[in-house]
């Protein structure tokens, strides 16, 4: 097996460890904006409501705001467990992408007929976001840049240009060093309406503003311990602080495990990890380049991801995906420094000009990841219950799709959204333990051995191509 380019050009030990050693172990979405933001009272005893939505991050607050747009004489409640936007939602990279399925060529794949239609919806949906931004002046950041992938490998390079979309510009090695000057690319793809960088804890923090002004009852530090009902009869939740009984109920509680046991084990938790930079000199913003601020991406299966915040740091991330035996979410998986160091060491190695920079946070996030690698819709008790989870990490855009899909089908619509196979196809579930975390490493050695030989896929990665199950965002 050859070393890939980070392991055969690590930058030294004390550049790492001395760009680590002040480091906060916090997101720095959710520190930045931890004095501005509202709260919102716990529940207070029994409610009977038309609405309810479990989960206060992006799925949970899009599909809040359209239940009580499209009926305001409605009562809508949305309950959070923690705080809005706490979880996946505020710890992200911020990227707000077109594509609901994590890729085109996931949805070559699983869809080969429906591929130029999740394309257009993927653009609509952005283009969506970005109206209904600007529409209700909500403060997040958000920067419509576009997305570079780029190659850092000879054999990356034999890829460019192999798919279909008219928009993306192949470029070469010049070209991509035009955009961003770093010895580790070979060359590239510009996809100008594919991404816009975004601030994560603002827009939840901003959604859930624009919620409650417009009558959505939010309460935080409620969460839903148990689901009854059926469909004939209203939805009970139930909650150490009152029950709520609902018409209606939207679950949208991502990596968490679902009330509804059928659904019990279609996601996983992996944790994904993630680095800040201090803000850049302007000298220092000079020596890379990055005028046009693109979401940065590179093309091995273990990839990184990074971008620009508003004033001017790095976020650094992606890479190491780690599933913990017992599928299992714990505060202390966040804090590896195994993983943060090896981030640190690939980013002095695509940016060697930058030696020096600080990191001032790092963090992990919990991605609810489903056999699929993107969203899945479910629904019980006659349609009264509708579910949505899986986005893989990434949720930011697709979850404003997974509202639309989740109102449609509570007002019983057929619509372009609910026909989609892919809405209407639930992906196989994970196994139990222990098979999980022998078949989820077992999986993702394959995939770093496939990084460290040409991008060939070993039996493993071949069969898991066939039955449908196979990573290839």
């Known amino acids: 097996m050859h070393p890939t380019i980070f392991e055969t050009h690590r930058p030294a030990a004390k550049i790492v460890e001395d760009s680590l050693a002040e480091t906060e172990l916090a997101c720095f979405w959710t520190d930045d904006v931890a004095d501005r933001v509202a709260q919102y009272p716990p529940l207070d005893g029994d409610v009977r409501v038309d609405d309810a939505v479990v989960g206060g991050g992006f799925a949970g607050l899009w599909t809040a705001i359209k239940l009580k747009t499209e009926h305001p004489d409605r009562r809508v409640v949305l309950l959070e467990a923690v705080r809005i936007g706490w979880a996946a939602s505020g710890r992200n990279g911020g990227f707000c992408e077109a594509s609901i399925t994590h890729g085109e060529p996931n949805a070559e794949s699983r869809w080969p007929d429906e591929t130029g239609t999740l394309r257009r919806l993927g653009h609509e949906n952005l283009d969506a976001i970005e109206r209904f931004i600007e529409e209700h002046g909500l403060d997040v950041d958000f920067e419509r840049t576009g997305q570079l ?4 490998e000879p054999y990356q390079t034999e890829w460019l240009g192999e798919g279909d979309d008219p928009e993306v510009v192949t470029l070469d090695q010049q070209q991509v060093q035009e955009r961003i000057s770093s010895p580790t690319f070979l060359g590239g793809e510009f996809s100008p309406r594919e991404n816009a960088n975004l601030h994560p804890a603002k827009l939840a923090a901003e959604l859930a503003r624009h919620a409650a002004e417009i009558g959505v009852e939010i309460h935080e530090q409620t969460p839903v311990e148990g689901l009854e009902g059926s469909a004939e009869a ?7 602080r009152g029950d709520v009984v609902a018409e209606r109920v939207a679950l949208c509680t991502n990596v968490f495990p679902s009330l509804l046991k059928r659904y019990r084990f279609h996601t996983v938790p992996v944790y994904d990890y993630v680095l800040m930079t201090e803000p850049l000199t302007d000298e220092q913003l000079a020596s890379i380049g990055w005028e046009g601020r693109e979401g940065l991406a590179d093309m091995a299966n273990q990839f990184h991801y990074s971008r620009l915040t508003k004033d001017n740091r790095i976020l650094w991330g992606g890479y190491d995906a780690v599933y913990f035996a017992g599928g299992r979410i714990k505060r202390e998986y966040e804090d590896r420094m195994e993983s943060h160091r090896k981030l640190a060491s690939h980013f002095f190695t695509t940016f060697p000009q930058l030696a020096g920079v600080k990191f001032t946070h790092r963090w992990a996030g919990v991605i609810d990841t489903s056999t699929r690698f993107c969203a899945f819709f479910g629904q019980a008790h006659g349609g009264r219950v509708q579910y949505v989870a899986g986005f893989t990490g990434l949720g930011v855009g697709a979850t404003h799709f997974a509202a639309d899909v989740l109102v449609d089908r509570f007002e019983g619509r057929v619509t ?11 992906p196989l579930p994970f196994p139990p333990e222990p098979a999980a975390s022998i ?15 040409g991008g060939k896929r070993n039996v493993l990665l071949k069969t898991l191509d066939a039955l449908g199950l196979g990573f290839d965002s």
């Open 149 to 152: 992938s780029v190659a850092n």
């Open 234 to 240: 209203p939805i009970r939740l139930t909650t150490g």
């Open 416 to 426: 372009e959204r609910t026909e989609l196979e892919m809405v209407k196809q639930v």
């Open 439 to 453: 078949g989820i490493n077992l999986t993702r050695w394959s995939l770093d051995r496939a990084d460290h030989n």
